[in-house]
T-cell receptor
Framework: NAGVTQTPKFRVLKTGQSMTLLCAQDMNHEYMYWYRQDPGMGLRLIHYSVGEGTTAKGEVPDGYNVSRLKKQNFLLGLESAAPSQTSVYFC????????????FGDGTRLSIL | AQSVTQLDSHVSVSEGTPVLLRCNYSSSYSPSLFWYVQHPNKGLQLLLKYTSAATLVKGINGFEAEFKKSETSFHLTKPSAHMSDAAEYFCVVSDGSSNTGKLIFGQGTTLQVKP
C-alpha cells in the first residue's frame, strides 16, 4: 500500500550540479504533479502531467524539466542547480481532473550550496 | 482567476477547546475546495473536500468545514482540539478554468495546541 513514493528523501548539491528526483505511484493515476514548498508560500506547481508521455508547465517551471515515460513515474530534473532551488519538493497524483483529491508523497528535502 | 487566502498564519489553542481556521476564496467558477493537513516532515493528507453537494462537509479526525458562497468562505472547525492536531493546514481551491486538475494552495496556517 505504498501510494506515492519519492526518491531520494534528502539531498545536498553544489551549485551547478544536476540531479533527478523520482516519483512513483502505484494507484494507476493519470495525473501527476510536482510542487515546491517554501516557508510562507504554500505549495507552488512546477510541472504537471495529464497522462503518459505528456507534460506541461505550472506556475514556477524555470530551471526544471520533467518526463513521464511511464504512467507510474514522473521525474523532475534540475540541469544546473542554483541556491534558489533549495526547497522541499512534493510529488502528487490523482485519478482524474474531476475534482479528485491529490495524493502526496512525503517530500524530498533538497539543499543547494 | 482562482485564489485562496488563509486569514491567519498561526493559530494557538488549548487542548479541548474549539479550533477555527479561516479561509476565503475567489473563483470565477463553481469551486471545488479542499482542506489538507501536513504533519512535520510529512506529505499532505486530505482532510475534507467540497464539490457542490452539501455545504457542511465532514472530514476525518472530527474536522468539518462550511461552504458559504455569500461570504466566499470555507472555514475549518473542530469542536475540541487534540494535541495530535498540531500541524500545518492548507486551504486549497481547484483550478476550474483548465482540464488539468491543478490545485491552488493558500499560504498555510500553523495550528499550535497547548496542553
Amino acid at each position: 500500500n505504498a501510494g506515492v513514493t519519492q526518491t531520494p528523501k534528502f539531498r545536498v548539491l553544489k551549485t551547478g550540479q544536476s540531479m533527478t528526483l523520482l516519483c512513483a505511484q502505484d494507484m494507476n493515476h493519470e495525473y501527476m504533479y510536482w510542487y515546491r514548498q517554501d516557508p510562507g508560500m504554500g505549495l507552488r506547481l512546477i510541472h504537471y502531467s495529464v497522462g503518459e508521455g505528456t507534460t506541461a508547465k505550472g506556475e514556477v517551471p524555470d530551471g526544471y524539466n520533467v518526463s513521464r515515460l511511464k504512467k507510474q513515474n514522473f521525474l523532475l530534473g534540475l540541469e544546473s542547480a542554483a541556491p534558489s532551488q533549495t526547497s522541499v519538493y512534493f510529488c502528487a497524483s490523482s485519478y482524474s481532473n474531476l475534482d479528485q483529491p491529490q495524493h502526496f508523497g512525503d517530500g524530498t528535502r533538497l539543499s543547494i550550496l | 482567476a482562482q485564489s485562496v487566502t488563509q486569514l491567519d498564519s498561526h493559530v494557538s489553542v488549548s487542548e479541548g477547546t474549539p479550533v477555527l481556521l479561516r479561509c476565503n476564496y475567489s473563483s470565477s467558477y463553481s469551486p471545488s475546495l479542499f482542506w489538507y493537513v501536513q504533519h512535520p516532515n510529512k506529505g499532505l493528507q486530505l482532510l475534507l473536500k467540497y464539490t457542490s453537494a452539501a455545504t457542511l462537509v465532514k472530514g476525518i479526525n472530527g474536522f468539518e468545514a462550511e461552504f458559504k458562497k455569500s461570504e466566499t468562505s470555507f472555514h475549518l472547525t473542530k469542536p475540541s482540539a487534540h494535541m495530535s492536531d498540531a500541524a500545518e493546514y492548507f486551504c486549497v481551491v481547484s483550478d476550474g478554468s483548465s482540464n488539468t486538475g491543478k490545485l491552488i494552495f493558500g499560504q498555510g496556517t500553523t495550528l499550535q495546541v497547548k496542553p
